[in-house]
């Protein structure tokens, strides 16, 4: 059985305070009115230049119509900055807690003999999905009130002049949206609480019909989450560009949380067996695990390629707009991103040899969730906060207060259930598992 450490929680504290803080931070640093917004253009263009502050300032032979409206997009984009920086982390951590389940419900389904041993991992890593999801419907639920304008097509102003939107609003409306998150949020806890609670059962008497029963809830999950995991990414993310859609955004959202979600249950799965824990989990478990990071790696690098190229050739205003904004706003980090998802993983991991080696796939682990966290980034930050964007202390703290959040979550998930699931059909398999 493990004990989380005193250390390991009192660090996950820490972070959570750092983290309040820098969020705080942001919040009061952000402009509470156009005035306060004007101002703060007027400095920057005072402290940085015109050329600098040209995303900041307007052209002196603007009229002041067109001063008034640049002062207000202004304004929203610096108010939307804490809200932004909250958000990419907020999402980032819950997609991995349901990636986790996700792919502990695939190992179910497909009755793998390998993965027994690491099922503790995996329903630890859930844990944080109940304190995730709500922390995301209160965001939500929040932006309704329009505390920020981070989703455009909650202003009835601008739904009124907006013809595409106008279009839209069957789908995209607030009762419907907050309809969307209770049930589809409210069906995955409810799935890993039955998961989880029978394989807990499971370790207390030799039933095959709780084994049974997880078989049939993992089908029924995992034919839920091919729907609802489109839809969340449709209305969390995508929705952010109401002017814009692909039919590869649910895909490429998917491949991005189930790649961090399996990086994260190797990297909790070296920790535990570098404290003494997990002792039957060998190099051909690690081995595995990293085969999955490499794999999933070049599946979200085809489908950002496939998104982008098809766009970018077709060069359709409507569509090409979404990159033509981050490319032009954020260059480094958008191919940056790429050669980080992409590159390290295949250089690194393309050696079977390495995929043995702990600290190489440690080390390749840190890159994939580096790498990922500034995808979620790309995907949010263009369309709430445009060129206004930084990677300062509201940023930081928001990462930091996540991070902890969801270090002390999924330790303390794993603290309560036993690690090796006694009773499982395949934990002989498991526990003999070599090649």
Same mark, same amino acid.
């Given at each position: 059985m493990y004990k989380m450490s005193n250390k390991l929680r009192l660090f996950s504290f820490i972070l959570m305070v750092v983290g309040i803080l820098g969020i705080g931070y942001g919040f009061l640093q952000a402009p509470g009115n156009e005035a306060e917004a004007k101002e703060m253009l007027a400095s920057h263009s005072d402290h940085h230049g015109e050329e600098h502050a040209g995303t900041a300032s307007h052209d002196e032979a603007h009229?002041?119509?067109?001063?008034?409206?640049?002062?207000?997009?202004?304004?929203?984009?610096?108010?939307?900055?804490?809200?932004?920086?909250?958000?990419?982390?907020?999402?980032?951590?819950?997609?991995?807690?349901?990636?986790?389940?996700?792919?502990?419900?695939?190992?179910?389904?497909?009755?793998?003999?390998?993965? /027994?041993? *690491?099922?503790? =991992?995996?329903?630890? +890593?859930?844990?944080?999905?109940?304190? %995730? $999801?709500?922390?995301? !419907?209160?965001?939500?639920?929040?932006?309704?009130?329009?505390?920020?304008?981070?989703?455009?097509?909650?202003?009835?102003?601008?739904?009124?002049?907006?013809?595409?939107?106008?279009?839209?609003? /069957?789908? *995209?409306?607030? =009762?419907?949206?907050? +309809?969307?998150?209770?049930?589809?949020? %409210? $069906?995955?806890?409810? !799935?890993?609480?039955?998961?989880?609670?029978?394989?807990v059962k499971q370790d207390e008497e030799l039933n095959l019909s709780l084994y049974k029963k997880n078989l049939k809830l993992s089908i029924g999950f995992l034919l839920l989450f091919i729907f609802s995991e489109a839809v969340l990414s449709w209305d969390y993310m995508m929705s952010i560009d109401p002017h814009w859609y692909s039919t590869l955004f649910p895909w490429f959202v998917f491949a991005s949380m189930f790649v961090s979600a399996i990086t994260t249950i190797a990297l909790v799965s070296i920790y535990l067996k570098s404290r003494g824990y997990l002792q039957q989990v060998n190099d051909s478990h690690i081995h595995d695990l990293a085969k999955f990071m490499f794999g999933i790696s070049i599946f979200w690098t085809y489908l950002w390629f496939s998104q982008f190229m098809l766009i970018w050739y077709?060069?359709?205003?409507?569509?090409?707009?979404?990159?033509?904004?981050?490319?032009?706003?954020?260059?480094?980090?958008?191919?940056?991103?790429?050669?980080?998802?992409?590159?390290?993983?295949?250089?690194?991991?393309?050696?079977?040899?390495?995929?043995?080696?702990?600290?190489?796939v440690v080390l390749t682990g840190i890159l994939i969730l580096v790498g990922h966290y500034f995808n979620f980034f790309l995907l949010i930050m263009p369309g709430t906060v445009g060129e206004s964007w930084h990677l300062g202390i509201p940023e930081i703290g928001s990462l930091l207060f996540f991070a902890g959040l969801f270090i002390f979550f999924i330790f303390r998930g794993i603290s309560k259930l036993p690690l090796v699931p006694k009773h499982s059909p395949f934990l002989k398999e498991s526990q003999h598992y070599h090649y």
């Open positions: 009229s002041e119509a067109e001063e008034a409206e640049h002062v207000e997009h202004a304004f929203h984009q610096m108010a939307n900055r804490p809200w932004s920086a909250f958000m990419v982390p907020m999402l980032f951590f819950f997609f991995i807690s349901v990636g986790a389940l996700v792919f502990y419900t695939i190992q179910n389904v497909s009755q793998a003999g390998w993965s /027994p041993l *690491l099922f503790r =991992v995996m329903q630890g +890593i859930s844990n944080y999905m109940l304190p %995730g $999801a709500i922390i995301v !419907f209160f965001f939500m639920l929040l932006s309704t009130f329009h505390l920020n304008h981070i989703y455009v097509w909650m202003d009835a102003d601008t739904v009124a002049t907006d013809e595409v939107i106008q279009e839209k609003t /069957p789908y *995209l409306n607030i =009762v419907f949206f907050l +309809i969307r998150s209770v049930v589809i949020l %409210g $069906a995955w806890l409810f !799935f890993r609480h039955k998961l989880v609670s029978n394989s077709a060069n359709m205003p409507e569509e090409a707009v979404y990159f033509v904004s981050r490319i032009e706003n954020y260059k480094l980090m958008f191919f940056g991103t790429t050669a980080i998802n992409f590159v390290g993983p295949l250089l690194i991991l393309m050696n079977s040899d390495f995929k043995r080696v702990n600290w190489i």
